[in-house]
């Protein structure tokens, strides 16, 4: 990395892969960020605050902090039985065609990646995809079989990218009117973590490159010059 490089960067940051139940002091960063961002939007009543995941044996988060202070987030949550994930949660009218669907699903290790956000201080510098790509590198790695994502109509362009496929089969060929009548969301899932083969070749050699080597420095590009991201796995 040299002087000139780091010099056009318009942002640096880290972004940690941990085991929530191992790190309540990031845990506690996740939170307080991603309910802050949720009360900036008028949507402070979606979590109140939840941390039930903190204390799950097999969940999953990765955190972004720029100067140690919380900037992005997502977490893993893996699908059993006795357990709705948040996606059934948030669609409470769907739950039974939510809930036939995923048990449908022929997988042993079935998680949600949820709880995505990024701070109003980082806006415009794509931290949600980088995140976004952090996970789906590493989960066939933390032996996940299949991933699912419940996006917003404003954040389908992430799970194309890293090849995830919209869920038609259930609501109105895949779209749901949540989190209120006037907006929509999709559910989608990535079936082919090895390969990878629907993302786009940019997210493709990215989540390999990161995937061979997670704790490395690099530039992310985006369209203000690129984030300094230094990578680091906990888990």
């Not at 079989?145 to 609501?171: C, H, K, Q, W």
Request: glycine residues 6%; proline residues 3%; contains cysteine.
């Amino acid at each position: 990395m040299t002087k000139e490089n780091k010099s056009k960067t318009a942002l640096e940051c880290e972004i940690i892969a941990f085991r929530p139940i191992e790190h309540p002091e990031f845990c506690e960063k996740f939170v307080d960020g991603h309910q802050k961002v949720l009360e900036e939007h008028g949507l402070g009543h979606l979590t109140s605050k939840e941390d039930y995941w903190i204390k799950q044996e097999d969940a999953y988060a990765f955190i972004a902090l720029k100067n140690n202070v919380p900037v992005g987030g997502i977490r893993f949550e893996k699908k059993v039985h006795d357990k709705d994930l948040p996606l059934e949660k948030a669609l409470k009218s769907e739950k039974q065609i939510v809930s036939n669907y995923l048990d449908s699903l022929n997988y042993t290790n079935i998680y949600e990646a949820c709880g995505l956000w990024n701070s109003r201080e980082v806006a415009g510098h794509e931290i949600s995809i980088f995140l976004c790509r952090a996970s789906i590198a590493l989960a066939p790695l933390l032996g996940i079989d299949a991933v699912l994502s419940f996006n917003g109509v404003y954040t389908y362009r992430i799970p194309r990218e890293l090849g995830l496929r919209m869920v038609t089969e259930i609501g109105n060929e895949g779209i749901f009117k949540y989190p209120v009548e006037r907006f929509h969301s999709a559910l989608w899932i990535h079936e082919d973590l090895l390969t990878l083969k629907y993302a786009t070749i940019y997210a493709r050699n990215s989540m390999l490159t990161l995937r061979a080597n997670f704790n490395q420095t690099k530039i992310e590009k985006n369209k203000r010059g690129g984030v300094l991201i230094h990578y680091k796995n906990l888990i």
